[in-house]
Nanobody, 121 residues
Framework: QVQLVESGGGLVQPGSSLRLSCAASGFAFRENLMSWVRQAPGKGLEWISTIAPGGDIKRYTDSVKGRFTISKDSADNKLYLQMNSLKPEDTAVYYC??????????????RGPGTQVTVSS
C-alpha cells in the first residue's frame, strides 16, 4: 500500500525557515518523480517542485525559486523541502506526492495527508 506521511510544518514568523519531511513506503520511491504541492486557504492545489528519480533534476515554480530546495534520500525513502525566507503567502497545507511532471501536478499522483505551514507575525 502506497503511503506518504509529511511532517515538519508549524507556525513561524516571516523570514524564518522550515524543513518539511515526507516518509514514503509501499512503492519504488527511487524510481519515481516526487513532488511537493500546496493548498492555501480557499485556493486550489499549487505545484511547488519536482525532483527526478535520481535527484539530478529539480524544478520549481517561480514564486519559490531561490528560497525552497527539494531533496531526497533514496536509501531512507525520504523526501525533503527546505523552505527559507518564508512569506505570509507561503501559508498553506503542504503535501508530498508521487510526481506527474517536471512542471506541474495533475492531481493523479498519490499524495499524503499534508502538513500545515503558517507564516505570520
Amino acid at each position: 500500500q502506497v503511503q506518504l506521511v509529511e511532517s515538519g510544518g508549524g507556525l513561524v514568523q516571516p523570514g524564518s525557515s522550515l524543513r518539511l519531511s515526507c516518509a514514503a513506503s509501499g512503492f519504488a520511491f527511487r524510481e519515481n518523480l516526487m513532488s511537493w504541492v500546496r493548498q492555501a486557504p480557499g485556493k486550489g492545489l499549487e505545484w511547488i517542485s519536482t525532483i527526478a528519480p535520481g535527484g539530478d533534476i529539480k524544478r520549481y515554480t517561480d514564486s519559490v525559486k531561490g528560497r525552497f530546495t527539494i531533496s531526497k534520500d533514496s536509501a531512507d525513502n525520504k523526501l525533503y523541502l527546505q523552505m527559507n525566507s518564508l512569506k505570509p503567502e507561503d501559508t498553506a497545507v503542504y503535501y508530498c506526492a508521487i510526481g506527474t511532471s517536471y512542471s506541474g501536478y495533475d492531481g493523479t499522483g498519490v499524495r499524503g495527508p499534508g502538513t500545515q505551514v503558517t507564516v505570520s507575525s
